[in-house]
């Protein structure tokens, strides 16, 4: 049993060192195209983006539509200070300066954002969101110094871009994950499920809230300097409320509070998008948001839909004895389950039977006596 | 005076889509993400029956196709969409409502291609009004004036009919509504049938402002118009008219003065922000107590 739990931790890191290995093989040996790396690159960024923003829909349980937003800030400060180092140092320092000062600034507006979460919840606070991604884009689209409407022209880090990338994506996960399984992750959980009984138990709302969505946005950040690193135009229009969304169909995907469903997720729809995007021309890359919306929409039904439970929770009960035939090798475990007891099992002093078996008469008789009285009158 | 009317006019579209979202939020107790798109699909309609051939007699009939063509397309989603889930959590069902609208517009592109297609609804023939000075085109009076008749209307509804109190008693506790005996799942499907209808003229008169159709025609017009229900508070019907007026003119204020109009997403933006942290049930909300 104790085996089986550090699996569970390390799995994460298991899928995401193996990737990286097999990628990096694949690279020596000369098999890797240029394009596939630019792929690996944005599959990297968008683990980051999907672990974050799980962090704050799936950990703390509110919902926010601008993760973009924290993704831009860091994209264009970070992606500012990669122009700038670049020249002076090599690309390698040059980034390695840029991502810890791009996810700063944009954990700085996460704390922002973090402010109007403690007054509001819910709805509201999607609605907030969205709105601060969208003013984001538009003051910095505004900005002489990014690059106006015209966007801000990087340099490609090139090739190699995505080990750096797969790299942060395993710190991100192991922060998350541990900040999840410490003493603070517990007090987050407990602001999820019911806030006022936290605050009751001394739980500090107000600070939990803001740690979750900066470090969330810190990471988003992060990964817009790995953005930044990997085109040669930074353009404010691809960080809509459009993509906010395409991260959060990762998260709902792969489930929400679930690490290892959002790196899966994450790395399979980018997979997927880039290669609709390739292979359709024209108007028939409308596919492409369709296929999402279809999957969004029967993934939340399959999750939720009230009607749907009986169907679920079959699933459950085989999947689960089929993995646990698996982990015992063949061999069908003895059932540990408490047995519930029929109700004349239990030992009680209460006469059950005796009270079951009561045929309980009506005694008509007060009626019958009333009405002669009524009909009198 | 010029830019308050087309102000007005502006804030009277955004209100009639924000009761749309109002209505649905306050008896279904869901953000219908899709509202904006409804609207999309109202445009194309009106497209279809229209075309460029700028004739006021026809934008009539496509005013009524419209309607009648977004309050089934609204009525579908409810009853494929959200129906089945009701009684899930509030995320699981806004998140389907996102999938919905991206739904709706992937097909519209597949159907129209992604490009603007002009549509010429004759409100260029109406010509303008001098008055007091001020040159006004009459397409905004009209808007204005109709917009104004809608909310009436509707207002009245509501208050009035035995339909619209009972949409009131499912709004304050469906479940108590519907011991009392309404049936709620038909007074949430005509609460989306009407919200529909809404949406279908908020198309026509949006197209009278700037004709031209494509698939994400619905989704600037469909977040600002919920700026604009959520700034009056969502789930109060004043609050929606208040809010899309408050942002229609001041969108077309930000927009005449050079220096801002870059900016004027990120100012109604930024008021929305401002009056959630003030008041963070909107304008015209009420208050509610959080019980454990």
Known sequence: MKKNIRLKHYINYLILGLALVLFIALDLLGVLKRSDANLLAQVG?????????????????????????????????????YIMLEPQLNKLGAILVALPIGGIAAALFGLLIGLPALRLKGDYLAIVTLAFGEIVRTVIRNQDIFG?????????????????????????????????RSKHGRAIQAIRDNEIAARAMGVNVTYYKLVVFAVAAFFAGVAGVLYAGSTSVIRSDNFSFNYSINILVMVVLGGMGSITGSIISAAALTYITVKLTISLSGDMAAIEPMVYALILILAVMWNNAPFLRPVREKLGAK????????????????DNSPEIAAWDKVPTKIPMDAILSTDFTVDHSFDADRRGKEEEQ | ???????????????????????????????????????????????????????????????????????????TTERLAYRPLRGASPLAVLITAIGVSYLLQSIA??????????????????????????????????????????????????DKTRVGRAMLAVSEDRGAASLMGINTNLIITLTFAIGSALA?????????????????????????????????????????????????????VCQSIPALSPYTIAI?????????????????????REKV
């Open chain 1, 45 to 81: 960024y968008s683990v980051i983006l999907a672990v974050s923003l799980n962090l704050v829909v799936g950990f703390l349980g509110e919902l926010s539509l601008g993760h973009a937003g924290f993704m831009c800030v860091g994209a264009y400060v970070g992606g500012l200070v």
């Open chain 1, 148 to 180: 106006g409407t015209r966007g801000l022209e990087s340099v490609r880090f090139g090739n190699r871009l995505y080990i750096l990338a797969f790299l942060l994506a395993i710190l991100t996960v192991f922060i998350s994950q541990n900040l999840r």
């Open chain 1, 319 to 334: 999947l689960e004895a089929l993995r646990q035939r698996i982990l015992h090798c063949g061999e069908v475990p003895e």
């Open chain 2, 1 to 75: 005076m010029e830019t308050l009317i087309n102000g007005l006019s502006l804030g009277g579209i955004y209100a009639l889509i924000a009761l749309g979202y109002t209505m649905v939020y306050g008896i279904a107790k869901m953000l219908n993400f899709a509202h904006g798109d409804i609207i999309m699909a109202g445009a194309y309609a009106i497209l279809l029956v229209v075309g460029m051939t700028g004739n006021l007699l026809l934008s009539v009939v496509a005013l009524i196709a419209a309607i009648a063509f977004c309050v089934l397309l609204g009525v």
């Open chain 2, 109 to 158: 592109q597949l159907f129209f291609t992604s490009e603007g297609q002009p549509v010429s609804t004759g409100a260029a023939q109406l010509g303008s009004v001098t008055f007091l000075g001020a040159n006004l085109k009459l397409s905004s009076l009209i808007t204005l004036g109709l917009c104004v008749m809608i909310m009436t209307a509707l207002t009245l509804f509501v």
């Open chain 2, 200 to 252: 279908a003229f908020a198309s026509l008169f949006y197209l009278m402002q700037f004709p031209v159709v494509s698939p994400t025609l619905g989704s600037m017009p469909g977040i600002k118009a919920f700026t604009a229900a959520v700034i009056g508070g969502i789930g109060s019907i004043p609050g929606a008219m208040v809010g899309g007026v408050l942002l229609g003119v001041i969108e077309c």
């Open chain 2, 268 to 288: 109604e933006f930024g008021l929305l922000i401002i009056i959630l942290l003030v008041r963070p049930v909107g304008l015209l909300g009420k208050k509610r």
